[in-house]
């Protein structure tokens, strides 16, 4: 689960991690009232979505005046920001983090996430903050330092110095970096959190560290333990069909393409999702319906793929392991007499009584196009999204 830039820095600081003053705001007055709370007169405001890239993208701006704090807030509030992670279609500002203004003299990176591979939570840091990691890990792989934290033993001293020695930090900022380095772990941990990412960290003029920017997002299947962070989720920045497939517990993420896919078991998902491709079509989802493809999944299945305009045909690829082909085939039939799909549906069942599944769906009456594999479904899938295009 993302949270926004805000929520992220009042966690942090609740830590001890230090982050500048700031004051959300959701409208043009309340951005000038958090401005006149400032310890600074410059003010900096910044758009609040799910996705980085905002200052590239007329998102963060920096306010001389109360003047051009309104001026600002009322230019950014509403704006539909476009930035490389929000995709062309961009997003609508709808509440504002206004700060106190920093005197950078230095930027960092900083940034925790899970490494599955190893088992350990990874530490990464970099002398080339305010920039794009992706782009510093593909031009200057060398500009960043890793160390890995064994979750049973916790950050340790060694550890500590060996990122500040690697941020070219001594004296009074290497005390401050092993300070904030142990709180900025201590939050990641005890939140349950999947990604911390502190771009910049900045050393002020003054000497001091301070997490200028921060990106936090929590474990989704942790959050039974934080129920206060349920409060802190922004529907309106999540696609609405993935919203409605969390609330009917769906594995659905969309994506860009027009033949709709419904497959139970994730390695499955992912290899319709290729073989598709390989066919000639575009997915247009990953859905992940589970063991349990009853009626009742596969018709809120529908329903969130059908949700979608571009999907011109539907795959739906089970395999019966845990549960029957023919009791799916009961669930795919109910289903579409509750549902009525207006596009193609193609229908490959495998596994246990399959062959009965395949009867079942014969005798129908319903226009399925049952499928003999999956390079089969693949191909007849496409074929009937051409065909549907073309009608």
């Not at 769906?361 to 390079?375: C, P, R, T």
């Amino acid at each position: 689960m993302k949270i926004h830039e805000h929520q992220g820095k009042d966690i942090l600081k609740q830590f001890g991690v230090p982050v500048p003053v700031g004051y959300v705001a959701y409208t043009v007055q309340e951005a000038v009232e958090a401005a006149q709370k400032l310890p600074t007169s410059i003010a900096v405001v910044k758009a609040q979505i799910h996705a980085g890239g905002r200052g590239k993208g007329g998102g963060v701006k920096l306010a001389r005046s109360i003047e051009e704090v309104h001026e600002i807030a009322g230019q950014i509030l509403g704006m539909t920001l476009v930035t490389h992670q929000t995709g062309p279609e961009g997003r609508v500002v709808k509440r504002l983090l206004v700060e106190q203004g920093v005197n950078i003299d230095k930027e960092f990176y900083a940034g925790i996430v899970l490494d599955r591979s190893t088992g350990m939570n990874v530490i990464m840091v970099s002398t080339e903050g305010g920039m794009e990691i992706e782009k510093v890990a593909e031009e200057s792989p060398e500009k960043i330092v890793k160390i890995f934290v064994d979750p049973a033993v916790g950050l340790r001293d060694f550890q500590v110095r060996e990122l500040g020695f690697a941020l070219g930090l001594s004296g009074e900022a290497m005390k401050q970096w092993a300070k904030f380095a142990r709180a900025l772990y201590r939050a990641y941990d005890e939140t349950d959190a999947s990604l911390f990412e502190i771009n910049p960290l900045v050393l002020t003029k003054e000497n001091t560290l301070i997490a200028l920017d921060a990106k936090v997002n929590f474990d989704d299947n942790a959050l039974f333990r934080h129920p206060e962070f349920a409060a802190l989720r922004d529907l309106s920045e999540e696609d609405p069909l993935e919203v409605e497939a969390s609330r009917s517990n769906l594995n659905y993420i969309k994506l860009d393409g027009n033949v709709g896919c419904m497959v139970n078991g994730a390695g499955l998902a992912m290899a319709t999702m290729d073989i598709i491709k390989l066919a000639g079509g575009e997915p247009a989802n990953f859905l992940d319906v589970g063991g349990g493809a009853n009626a009742e999944t596969v018709a809120n299945g529908f329903r969130i793929i059908l949700g979608d305009p571009n999907v011109k045909a539907l795959l739906i690829n089970i395999f019966g392991g845990i549960v029957r082909c023919d009791r799916v085939a009961a669930g795919v039939i109910e289903a579409s007499r509750l549902v009525k799909p207006h596009v193609p549906i193609v229908v490959r069942l495998e596994g246990t009584n399959a062959e009965e599944a395949g009867k079942l769906l014969d005798e129908s009456g319903l226009n399925f196009l049952v499928a003999k594999g999956l390079k089969d479904a693949a191909e007849k899938v496409t074929r009937a999204h051409h065909e549907s295009v073309a009608a």
